[in-house]
């Protein structure tokens, strides 16, 4: 089981730059995933940014590519999500999820991932 802890999350005004984190328990293997969802009022679940162990890839919604950076600390099953030019439509809970089994096809599908963290609000104010 692993668990995931997220912090970072709060009230930004639009343009502003936050960054949120997100450190696992465990990395159960290689293929390993780590990456964030974001659900807005009144919205579904949505795909933000996942970053892979193996390899380093990374890949970003549309939405927030050239705005939003996911990296790893080194040696450490931890995740971050660099978020700038924030925005009013950027306001969501935003979810870590893990995997350690999801395939690169599936990456962008919550359903692929096992473990959540307990989400943290992100507010951004125009």
């Known amino acids: 089981q692993v668990q995931l802890a997220e912090s970072g999350g709060r009230l930004v005004q639009a343009g502003d730059s936050l960054r949120l984190s997100c450190a696992a328990s465990a990395r159960p293997s290689s293929r390993f995933a780590m990456g964030w969802f974001r659900q807005g009022p009144g919205e579904e679940r949505e795909f933000v940014a996942v970053?892979?162990?193996?390899?380093?890839?990374?890949y970003y919604a549309d939405s927030v590519k050239g705005r939003f950076t996911i990296s790893r600390e080194s040696a450490k099953n931890t995740v971050y999500l660099q978020m700038n030019s924030l925005k009013s439509e950027d306001t969501a809970v935003y979810s870590c999820a893990a995997s350690s089994t999801v395939i690169t096809s599936q990456l962008k599908n919550p359903g692929a991932y096992a473990y959540w963290g307990q989400g943290t609000q992100v507010t951004v104010s125009s």
């Open positions: 970053f892979k162990f193996d390899g380093g890839a990374t």
